[in-house]
């Protein structure tokens, strides 16, 4: 009985300890939303942090997204191009392809880029930060942490996530498309057409919504795990490797609550 006692107290601490992390995640997104508004209103935001986090996680991210998204793309097409085949509807390989790379693919490479790259690196700064006393020292002087180090951070991060999924879109689409015309006897006219058939503005919008939402989940989390490091070095470590573990895993489960309230809301039309 008392084994069973324990382990009982120990799953609920577990619970409450995650419901409180979940709080101060939620409390912390909540504070930097309003600093960076009430500072862009009262033209005092800090444009220049904000354009050197933006330019860091630029090239964090631009090379790697290249290099996932062609793949991934061909990958797509290989399938999508089999499929429709060997059912004999080779005329909308273009569209099915092209639908996945934006609908899914664009937004899941750019949360975890952003989750592995960005993410990380958010995490291991911040932790650094908090185990040299750098987080109290700001506190002590009257400096808010949350404006001085999350804000620039997420104005960063809601400015370069959309631009990342319009580029991991447009090389994926690309791949698919050469591999489409050039090893699937598929032609040019007939895959940009039925493309053009199913695809629409708002499948676009829906996946920049998505990045971007994908993009704050992931600059929170860091930031709130890189608070909360303790223990020194192990400690960063661990902050790092929690924030891209929990940042990825949350963007993808609000991924499938996005993509079923999108299925309701915006069935897929043709024309």
Request: charge should be positive; aromatic fraction near 8%; proline fraction near 4%.
């Amino acid at each position: 009985m008392a084994i069973r006692s324990n382990v009982t107290g120990a799953g609920r601490s577990r619970v409450f300890t995650g419901f409180r992390t979940f709080g101060r995640a939620l409390e912390l997104a909540l504070d930097a939303f309003v600093h960076l508004v009430a500072d862009i209103v009262r033209l005092r935001h800090p444009w220049r942090d904000s354009v050197d986090q933006a330019w860091f996680v630029v090239t964090v991210t631009a090379v790697p997204a290249i290099l996932v998204s062609i793949p991934f793309g061909v990958i797509v097409s290989v399938q999508v191009g089999s499929l429709t085949d060997q059912i004999g509807a080779t005329s909308i390989a273009g569209a099915a392809g092209g639908l996945g790379v934006i609908r899914q693919g664009a937004p899941i490479v750019a949360a975890l880029l952003l989750g592995g790259a960005a993410g990380s690196a958010i995490a291991a700064d911040l932790g650094s930060r908090t185990i040299r006393d750098e987080i109290d020292a700001l506190k002590t002087m009257g400096i808010d942490p949350v404006r001085r180090l999350v804000v620039p951070r997420l104005a960063a991060i809601l400015f370069v996530a959309p631009l990342l999924c319009i580029l991991v879109i447009f090389m994926g689409i690309a791949a698919g498309y050469m591999i489409n015309v050039g090893f699937q006897g598929g032609t040019p006219g007939s895959y940009i057409s039925s493309f053009a058939s199913f695809a629409s503005v708002g499948d676009l919008v829906v996946a920049l919504i998505k990045t971007e939402i994908f993009g704050v989940i992931v600059v929170i989390v860091a930031c709130q795990r890189g608070f909360s490091a303790v223990d020194g070095p192990r400690g960063v470590a661990n902050a790092v490797n929690a924030a891209v573990v929990v940042g990825v895993i949350s963007a993808f489960t609000v991924n499938v609550v996005i993509t079923q309230l999108v299925a309701m809301f915006m069935p897929q039309k043709l024309g």
